[in-house]
């Protein structure tokens, strides 16, 4: 099991490194379910690009820095936006069917553009892309493709956390054979995705466990602004919809959002209305559901034709309709979900990281480009950018075969049978989660929480040790760290910005407000929720 590139992810962060690798290096491209089990694949929306006449990249960066509150890297912000059209034509060379509209692609509008810029695949665009891409992949001589195995580990050739440390492999679990081996390679690529799974309800597919942001952290890399979670505000509510969302473009197709009984409440929350940053919609949502003791609000669409829901929502149109909820004639159930982890690993817009020999992209990197609240549309964008960005870095690189195992590498073993427990611990972490570090948070809750995780992270590191590697083991502990770093950052976080709001801080600071969390002082060990500080950034 020796490659040039191991990738671990096949979203479309993962597929477009994989692609522009296989030419010319060896790869393989892990997948802990099947290669279409991502979060790139239940992507509705589509990609933002400025490519309507009027439009530009500096329009396109203005509407991206103020969504992000203030916290966007203006640089890489600038780098990956300008790529947005290129990225587009990429995806179209390579197979991907975008709406058409006349002679170009039809555009549609979501909140906090201030134009029509989203290129999408009718109501399924990501979807579309991971089936185009994920067959190119498929074709490929030179991609071994490794699904259903999950990520246990990076492999590294000196300390964690030191000058000295490089990245030389992975520790798999494949999850069919029950087998624990290891995967060397010169190259390592994260495109593991996000941390959705951290709270109760979330759009995020169930392998997204943050599996990557926690292997990173644990071989001493930085990990940034990790508060940051962004709540779709409409995320279907019905006790049948399995994390499905109701895409912005709904609002951005003159989508209303209503109280129970008809009243419209988002303009007196902010004067763009339906059409605010998702951070401020999420919110305005909640309030109104604990003022009027609610567990949704009516998302509502029904004033346009059904042969314009047809063309423009076929997905969720045939969705709704089978929980009984006909959009064309009644309006939507909805409430927030947890859907995007704006934090992660600390990168560069060609996914380089703190650790040689490791780059991270997509979800799982922090580059900059969502500052303290994602901007609808621009995930997709950042997936296809920094993954062709990452592989021409490796490319330029001068192909080395991969290091033989060091002492310490674990040899190769079988998986323990998962305990009985876990599911119950994992379900107890996301309705904490989701209860006292939602969308809306305290002083107070944030405290409960810490008292929670640390021992919980103190008590999976030690299962580990004891009991060996399984499947829920490996995504609880990873689960634990992640919330764990979640909480440290919205508590040394003292302002509310974004997508963190604290009720008992209620304002923007004035204070520098960047965050890096630094690599544990005992990289791989247990630590309690209190060791775990965050720093402030670097300019």
Same mark, same amino acid.
């Given at each position: 099991? =020796?490659?040039?590139?191991?990738?671990?992810?096949?979203?479309?962060?993962?597929?477009?490194?994989?692609?522009?690798?296989?030419?010319?290096?060896?790869?393989?491209?892990?997948?802990? $379910?099947?290669?279409?089990?991502?979060?790139?694949?239940?992507?509705?929306? *589509?990609?933002? #690009?400025?490519?309507?006449?009027?439009?530009?990249?500096?329009?396109?960066?203005?509407?991206?820095?103020?969504?992000?509150?203030?916290?966007?890297? /203006?640089?890489?912000?600038?780098?990956?936006?300008?790529?947005?059209?290129?990225?587009?034509?990429?995806?179209?060379?390579?197979?991907?069917?975008?709406?058409?509209?006349? /002679? $170009?692609?039809?555009?549609?509008?979501?909140? $906090?553009?201030?134009?029509?810029?989203?290129?999408?695949?009718?109501?399924?665009?990501?979807?579309?892309?991971?089936?185009?891409?994920? %067959?190119?992949?498929? *074709?490929?001589?030179?991609?071994?493709?490794?699904?259903?195995?999950?990520?246990?580990?990076?492999?590294?050739?000196?300390?964690?956390? !030191?000058?000295?440390?490089?990245?030389?492999?992975?520790?798999?679990?494949?999850?069919?054979?029950?087998?624990?081996? =290891?995967?060397?390679?010169?190259?390592?690529?994260?495109?593991?995705?996000?941390?959705? /799974?951290?709270?109760?309800? !979330? !759009?995020?597919?169930? @392998?997204?466990?943050?599996?990557?942001?926690?292997?990173?952290?644990?071989?001493?890399?930085?990990?940034?602004?990790?508060? &940051?979670?962004?709540?779709?505000? !409409?995320?279907?509510?019905?006790?049948?919809?399995?994390? &499905?969302?109701?895409?912005?473009?709904?609002?951005?197709?003159?989508?209303?959002? +209503?109280?129970?009984? *008809?009243?419209?409440?988002?303009?007196?929350?902010?004067? +763009?209305?339906?059409?605010?940053?998702?951070?401020?919609? %999420?919110?305005?949502?909640?309030? =109104?559901?604990?003022?009027?003791?609610?567990?949704?609000?009516?998302?509502?669409?029904?004033?346009?034709?059904?042969?314009?829901?047809?063309?423009?929502?076929?997905?969720?149109?045939?969705?709704?309709?089978?929980?009984?909820?006909?959009?064309?004639?009644?309006?939507?159930?909805?409430?927030?979900?947890?859907?995007?982890?704006?934090?992660?690993?600390?990168?560069?817009?060609?996914?380089?990281?703190?650790?040689?020999?490791?780059?991270?992209?997509?979800?799982?990197?922090?580059?900059?480009?969502?500052? %303290?609240?994602?901007?609808?549309?621009?995930?997709?964008?950042?997936?296809?950018?920094?993954?062709?960005?990452? #592989?021409?870095?490796?490319?330029?690189?001068?192909?080395?075969?991969?290091?033989?195992?060091?002492?310490?590498?674990? @040899?190769?073993?079988?998986?323990?049978?998962?305990? #009985?427990?876990?599911?119950?611990?994992?379900?107890?972490?996301?309705?904490?989660?989701?209860?006292?570090?939602?969308?809306?948070?305290?002083?107070?809750?944030?405290?409960?929480?810490?008292?929670?995780?640390?021992?919980?992270?103190?008590?999976?590191?030690?299962?580990?040790?004891?009991? *060996?590697?399984?499947?829920?083991?490996?995504?609880?502990?990873?689960?634990?760290?992640? #919330?764990?770093?979640?909480?440290?950052?919205?508590?040394?976080? +003292?302002?509310?910005?974004? @997508?963190?709001?604290?009720?008992?801080?209620?304002?923007?600071?004035?204070?520098?407000?960047?965050?890096?969390?630094?690599?544990?002082?005992?990289?791989?060990?247990?630590?309690?929720?209190?060791?775990?500080?965050?720093?402030? @950034?670097?300019?």
């Amino acid at each position: 099991m =020796e490659f040039d590139v191991i990738i671990i992810g096949s979203g479309l962060a993962g597929l477009a490194a994989a692609l522009e690798l296989a030419p010319r290096r060896r790869v393989a491209l892990v997948s802990k $379910g099947g290669l279409a089990d991502s979060a790139s694949n239940r992507a509705q929306g *589509g990609i933002a #690009a400025p490519l309507a006449e009027g439009d530009s990249v500096e329009a396109h960066v203005r509407d991206t820095l103020v969504a992000g509150a203030g916290l966007c890297d /203006q640089g890489a912000t600038h780098g990956i936006i300008s790529q947005a059209c290129g990225a587009i034509a990429w995806l179209r060379e390579h197979g991907v069917a975008f709406t058409a509209d006349g /002679q $170009g692609l039809h555009l549609t509008r979501e909140g $906090g553009h201030g134009q029509r810029r989203i290129a999408h695949a009718a109501d399924a665009t990501g979807s579309a892309i991971v089936a185009a891409l994920g %067959a190119r992949a498929r *074709g490929q001589a030179g991609i071994t493709l490794l699904e259903h195995h999950c990520a246990v580990d990076l492999l590294l050739a000196g300390p964690p956390g !030191t000058a000295q440390a490089i990245c030389r492999g992975v520790q798999l679990l494949d999850l069919r054979g029950g087998r624990v081996f =290891e995967a060397a390679a010169a190259h390592v690529v994260l495109a593991s995705g996000g941390a959705g /799974q951290v709270y109760g309800t !979330t !759009t995020a597919p169930p @392998a997204a466990t943050g599996d990557g942001i926690a292997m990173a952290w644990r071989a001493g890399c930085r990990i940034a602004n990790m508060e &940051f979670t962004q709540f779709h505000p !409409t995320g279907l509510h019905h006790p049948q919809a399995a994390g &499905f969302l109701i895409s912005e473009a709904v609002r951005g197709e003159g989508g209303v959002l +209503r109280l129970p009984g *008809g009243a419209r409440f988002m303009p007196a929350h902010d004067p +763009r209305a339906e059409l605010a940053p998702r951070d401020i919609v %999420a919110r305005a949502i909640q309030t =109104e559901m604990a003022r009027h003791g609610l567990d949704c609000v009516h998302l509502d669409i029904s004033h346009q034709p059904r042969d314009f829901l047809l063309a423009h929502f076929p997905t969720i149109h045939a969705r709704c309709l089978a929980l009984g909820i006909d959009i064309a004639s009644m309006p939507i159930p909805v409430a927030p979900a947890a859907h995007y982890t704006c934090g992660g690993v600390v990168a560069d817009v060609a996914g380089r990281s703190g650790l040689a020999g490791l780059h991270v992209i997509g979800e799982a990197a922090c580059t900059g480009l969502h500052g %303290a609240n994602r901007l609808a549309s621009n995930s997709l964008l950042e997936c296809v950018v920094t993954g062709r960005a990452a #592989a021409q870095d490796i490319l330029q690189r001068a192909a080395m075969p991969p290091r033989a195992a060091g002492a310490g590498w674990a @040899a190769a073993r079988t998986a323990s049978p998962p305990s #009985a427990d876990l599911a119950r611990l994992r379900q107890d972490l996301r309705q904490l989660m989701s209860r006292d570090v939602g969308v809306v948070r305290s002083d107070a809750a944030l405290r409960r929480a810490a008292a929670f995780i640390g021992p919980l992270r103190a008590a999976m590191e030690a299962r580990l040790l004891r009991e *060996g590697p399984s499947l829920e083991l490996l995504e609880l502990r990873n689960l634990a760290l992640v #919330a764990d770093l979640i909480v440290q950052g919205a508590s040394a976080r +003292r302002e509310s910005r974004g @997508a963190h709001f604290n009720s008992d801080r209620p304002e923007w600071s004035d204070a520098r407000a960047g965050r890096v969390m630094p690599p544990p002082a005992q990289p791989g060990g247990a630590l309690s929720a209190a060791a775990v500080k965050p720093v402030p @950034a670097t300019p």
